[in-house]
């Protein structure tokens, strides 16, 4: 199994622009999380989905932030209009059934 | 509303040395605990993962308990290793959704 797949494993972006985050999970897994980390904060759950549908967003920090789940396979978090504060590593998971599997990640940085 | 805390946030010991690293949360209605670690620049690894029906579990040099009541769990570290230097972090599921709460991590430094 090839583990949770992230990409791109790298953004820099300007403040303003759309930036797209990608992660495919393990196969076979019904949960998905997207986290996000940094220095300050730490690891924050941003948004889970149990079998394709949202369960809990209330870690999403604004409206500017979107993800989606259209299938078992796929996953996207979109951020649009990207500020600096955003700059931090995303980190998707996915969960069988109680053990969370991690991504390698994606560093994103807004210039 | 669910919060874990890692007590101490940095940890500096000696190669050789057995070590204990804290996780303390509030709510003491959770289903499973999950240790992880996490080197520089890197994601997170499974380390132990223990049900709340359990009181321990171990792989290797690893032994992770739990006493729910108390709203505690240690992770013990048997003959450390510089290799062992990393992040740990904790992560508790609990609440009506299974939401995963995570620590804030020991950053741990095993000198040779």
């Known amino acids: 199994d090839a583990g949770v797949i992230q990409s791109p494993r790298h953004e820099v972006t300007e403040m303003g622009q759309e930036v797209t985050l990608r992660c495919k999970p393990i196969?076979?897994?019904?949960?998905l999380f997207w986290y996000r980390q940094t220095m300050m904060r730490g690891l924050e759950l941003l948004i889970y989905f149990n079998n394709n549908v949202p369960i809990d967003d209330s870690g999403m920090p604004e409206d500017r932030f979107s993800a989606k789940m259209p299938n078992a396979s796929f996953s996207t978090l979109k951020i649009q209009p990207s500020e600096p504060r955003d700059s931090a590593v995303y980190f998707c998971?996915?969960?069988?059934?109680?053990?969370?599997?991690f991504g390698p990640g994606t560093r994103l940085t807004v210039l | 509303k669910q919060e874990v805390t890692q007590i101490p946030a940095a940890l500096s010991v000696p190669e050789g040395e057995n070590l204990v690293l804290n996780c303390s949360f509030t709510d003491s209605a959770i289903y499973n605990l999950q240790w992880f670690r996490q080197d520089p620049g890197k994601g997170l690894t499974s380390l132990l993962l223990i049900q709340s029906s359990q009181r321990e579990q171990t792989s290797g040099r690893l032994n992770a308990s739990l006493d729910k009541s108390s709203g505690r769990s240690t992770l013990y570290i048997a003959a450390s290793q510089p290799g062992d230097s990393a992040t740990y972090l904790c992560?508790?599921?609990?609440?009506?959704?299974?939401?995963?709460?995570f620590g804030t991590g020991t950053k741990l430094q095993v000198i040779p």
């Open positions: 992560a508790v599921t609990s609440g009506g959704y299974q939401k995963v709460t």
């Open positions: 998971a996915s969960r069988r059934v109680d053990e969370q599997f």
């Open positions: 196969s076979g897994h019904n949960s």
